[in-house]
C-alpha cells in the first residue's frame, strides 16, 4: 500500500497523511492475524493455517483493487493484513522445527528473508505495474502470487513432524513422513517417539507466562514492538519522503527496492551469523548499527551515495526483525511455539499500527530530520532491549539455540 499512496493521494485528491487509517487498518489486521493463527497453528496445524491465512490474503489483496472508496480500502487492507499478518508466525514455527540446531538461525532467515524480497519485488514493478494498470496493477499482481503460493503450499508442503509427534498423530503417518524425509531411517515395531526438551507449563499460555519464561516473553514482546514500529515507519513512508525531499516517484520506489533488497541479504548474513555466535550477541551490535544508518540516510537523502546508505540501512534494519522472528522460535517448546511467535508479532503490530499514524504526522510536517531521528531511536531502544533479554535467559537458563 505504501507504494501506491504517492498516486492514490494525486488521483483521489487527497493528501498523503488521508492514507495513514488505511496503512493502519492493514496492520490492525496482522496484529489479529498473527495472534490467531498463531494459537491456531498449535491447535489444527501449521500446514493448513498457513494456507487458510494465504487464501485470506489473496482473495481480499484481489479486492483492494477494486476499492473506490476509503471506506472500502479500510475494510480490504484490514483483512489483507489478517492473512498476511498470519502467515509470518506459523510460517517461521514450521521450518524452525525443520532446521537442524547447528544452521537454524540462517535457514529460518532465508526463509524470513521471503518477506523483503517480496518488498523489493513490489518495489522494482511498482513503477511498470502503475503505468500499465494504474494503482490497481500492484494489487492485481499480489493477489494473484500468493493466490499461487496457496496452492502450492496445499498440495506440496507437509505437515511439521514434531508437531504431529506431539499432538500424537497415528504412527503410519508420522512413519511415512520420516520416510519422505529419509528413506534409509526405519523404525522398531516397538519404537516410542517424543521430542526432549524442556517444559514451563502444560498450556501454551502457562508456558510463555508462566514464572519460568515470563520475563522473557515480556522483554521480547518490547523488542517486538519497537522493531516492527521501525520496520513499517519507513517501510510505508519512505517513499513519500524521498519523492518530497526532491526525488522522481521512479527514483523513489527503486531506492526503497535497494533498502528492501538490502534486508533480503541482511537476514540471512545475521542468521548465519547467530548460529556462529548466537543470535542475542548479534542482535546486540546489529541494533546500535541500524540506529546510525537510519541517520546516515538523513544525511545523503539527495547526492549519490543514497543508495548505498539506504542498502546498509535495510541490512540492519530488516535483517534485526528477521533474526529476532527466528530467535523467538528457539526460545520456547513444540507445543507452545506457534502460539509464542504469533504472540509476539501480534503484540509487535502495535508499534506498527502506530507507525503511520506518527509517521503521516511527521510527513505533514515536512521535518526530514526527525522523521529519520525517530527512526533512529527506536532502534537504539531496542539496543537496550536485548541486552536485558540476554541478560534474563543467562538467568533463567533458556536455551536459544
Same mark, same amino acid.
Request: include cysteine; proline fraction near 3%; glycine fraction near 12%.
Given at each position: 500500500?505504501?507504494?501506491?499512496?504517492?498516486?492514490?493521494?494525486?488521483?483521489?485528491?487527497?493528501?498523503?497523511?488521508?492514507?495513514?487509517t488505511?496503512l493502519?487498518?492493514?496492520?490492525? &489486521?496482522? /496484529?489479529?492475524g498473527? $495472534?490467531?493463527?498463531?494459537?491456531?497453528?498449535? !491447535?489444527?496445524?501449521?500446514?493448513?493455517? #498457513? %494456507? *487458510?491465512?494465504?487464501?485470506?490474503?489473496?482473495?481480499?489483496?484481489?479486492?483492494t483493487?477494486?476499492?473506490?472508496?476509503?471506506?472500502?480500502?479500510?475494510?480490504?487492507?484490514?483483512?489483507?493484513?489478517?492473512?498476511?499478518?498470519?502467515?509470518?508466525p506459523?510460517?517461521i514455527?514450521?521450518?524452525?522445527?525443520?532446521m537442524?540446531a547447528?544452521?537454524?538461525?540462517?535457514?529460518?532467515a532465508?526463509?524470513?528473508?521471503g518477506?523483503p524480497?517480496g518488498?523489493?519485488?513490489?518495489?522494482?514493478?511498482?513503477p511498470?505495474?502503475?503505468?500499465w494498470?494504474?494503482?490497481?496493477?500492484?494489487?492485481?499482481?499480489? &493477489?494473484? /502470487?500468493?493466490?499461487? $503460493?496457496?496452492?502450492?503450499?496445499?498440495?506440496? !508442503?507437509?505437515?511439521?513432524?514434531?508437531? #504431529? %509427534? *506431539?499432538?500424537?498423530a497415528?504412527?503410519?503417518?508420522i512413519?511415512?513422513?520420516?520416510?519422505?524425509?529419509?528413506p534409509?531411517?526405519?523404525?522398531?515395531?516397538?519404537?516410542?517417539?517424543?521430542?526432549?526438551?524442556?517444559?514451563?507449563?502444560?498450556?501454551?499460555?502457562?508456558?510463555?507466562?508462566?514464572s519460568?519464561?515470563?520475563?522473557?516473553?515480556?522483554?521480547?514482546?518490547?523488542?517486538?514492538?519497537?522493531?516492527?514500529?521501525?520496520?513499517?515507519?519507513?517501510?510505508?513512508?519512505?517513499?513519500?519522503?524521498f519523492?518530497?525531499?526532491?526525488?522522481?516517484?521512479?527514483?523513489?520506489?527503486?531506492?526503497v527496492?535497494?533498502?528492501?533488497?538490502?534486508?533480503?541479504?541482511?537476514?540471512?548474513?545475521?542468521?548465519?551469523?547467530?548460529?556462529?555466535?548466537?543470535?542475542?550477541r548479534?542482535?546486540a551490535?546489529?541494533?546500535?548499527?541500524?540506529?546510525?544508518?537510519i541517520l546516515?540516510?538523513?544525511?545523503?537523502?539527495?547526492?549519490?551515495?543514497?543508495?548505498?546508505?539506504?542498502?546498509?540501512?535495510?541490512?540492519?534494519?530488516?535483517?534485526c526483525?528477521?533474526?529476532?522472528?527466528?530467535?523467538?522460535?528457539?526460545?520456547?517448546?513444540?507445543?507452545?511455539?506457534?502460539?509464542?511467535?504469533?504472540?509476539?508479532?501480534?503484540?509487535?503490530?502495535?508499534?506498527?499500527?502506530?507507525?503511520?499514524?506518527i509517521?503521516?504526522?511527521?510527513?505533514?510536517?515536512?521535518?526530514n530530520?526527525?522523521?529519520?531521528?525517530?527512526?533512529?531511536f527506536?532502534?537504539?531502544m531496542?539496543?537496550?532491549?536485548i541486552?536485558?533479554?540476554?541478560?534474563?535467559?543467562?538467568?533463567?537458563?533458556?536455551?536459544?539455540?
Amino acid at each position: 500500500m505504501g507504494l501506491v499512496v504517492p498516486t492514490l493521494s494525486e488521483q483521489w485528491g487527497l493528501g498523503p497523511e488521508a492514507f495513514s487509517t488505511v496503512l493502519s487498518a492493514a496492520l490492525v &489486521g496482522v /496484529l489479529l492475524g498473527s $495472534a490467531i493463527a498463531g494459537r491456531l497453528g498449535d !491447535l489444527i496445524g501449521r500446514k493448513w493455517t #498457513l %494456507v *487458510i491465512m494465504l487464501a485470506i490474503a489473496a482473495v481480499f489483496m484481489t479486492l483492494t483493487a477494486v476499492a473506490e472508496t476509503m471506506n472500502e480500502l479500510i475494510i480490504y487492507r484490514f483483512l489483507t493484513g489478517v492473512g498476511a499478518g498470519g502467515s509470518i508466525p506459523v510460517a517461521i514455527a514450521f521450518t524452525a522445527e525443520y532446521m537442524p540446531a547447528a544452521q537454524r538461525n540462517v535457514l529460518v532467515a532465508i526463509m524470513y528473508s521471503g518477506a523483503p524480497l517480496g518488498s523489493v519485488l513490489g518495489a522494482f514493478t511498482g513503477p511498470t505495474a502503475i503505468d500499465w494498470f494504474g494503482w490497481h496493477g500492484i494489487f492485481w499482481f499480489g &493477489g494473484a /502470487l500468493t493466490a499461487l $503460493a496457496c496452492v502450492a503450499l496445499a498440495v506440496m !508442503l507437509p505437515e511439521s513432524l514434531r508437531y #504431529l %509427534v *506431539i499432538r500424537n498423530a497415528s504412527r503410519e503417518r508420522i512413519e511415512s513422513l520420516i520416510n519422505r524425509l529419509n528413506p534409509s531411517v526405519s523404525l522398531a515395531q516397538n519404537a516410542t517417539l517424543s521430542i526432549n526438551e524442556a517444559s514451563h507449563g502444560r498450556t501454551a499460555m502457562a508456558e510463555l507466562l508462566g514464572s519460568g519464561r515470563r520475563q522473557v516473553t515480556l522483554t521480547l514482546w518490547a523488542l517486538f514492538l519497537g522493531t516492527q514500529f521501525v520496520i513499517f515507519y519507513l517501510g510505508l513512508w519512505l517513499p513519500t519522503v524521498f519523492v518530497r525531499a526532491g526525488l522522481s516517484l521512479d527514483i523513489a520506489l527503486y531506492v526503497v527496492a535497494i533498502y528492501s533488497l538490502g534486508g533480503v541479504f541482511g537476514g540471512p548474513i545475521c542468521g548465519w551469523l547467530s548460529d556462529r555466535y548466537g543470535a542475542q550477541r548479534v542482535l546486540a551490535l546489529v541494533y546500535p548499527t541500524a540506529a546510525v544508518a537510519i541517520l546516515g540516510v538523513f544525511g545523503v537523502l539527495t547526492t549519490s551515495s543514497l543508495w548505498i546508505v539506504a542498502a546498509l540501512a535495510g541490512v540492519t534494519v530488516i535483517g534485526c526483525s528477521i533474526c529476532l522472528g527466528g530467535l523467538s522460535a528457539t526460545l520456547y517448546p513444540t507445543h507452545a511455539r506457534s502460539t509464542a511467535v504469533g504472540l509476539a508479532l501480534g503484540v509487535g503490530r502495535f508499534g506498527s499500527i502506530v507507525a503511520p499514524l506518527i509517521g503521516g504526522a511527521v510527513v505533514a510536517s515536512g521535518n526530514n530530520f526527525v522523521f529519520f531521528a525517530i527512526a533512529s531511536f527506536g532502534s537504539l531502544m531496542c539496543s537496550l532491549g536485548i541486552l536485558m533479554l540476554i541478560r534474563l535467559t543467562k538467568a533463567q537458563k533458556i536455551s536459544s539455540s
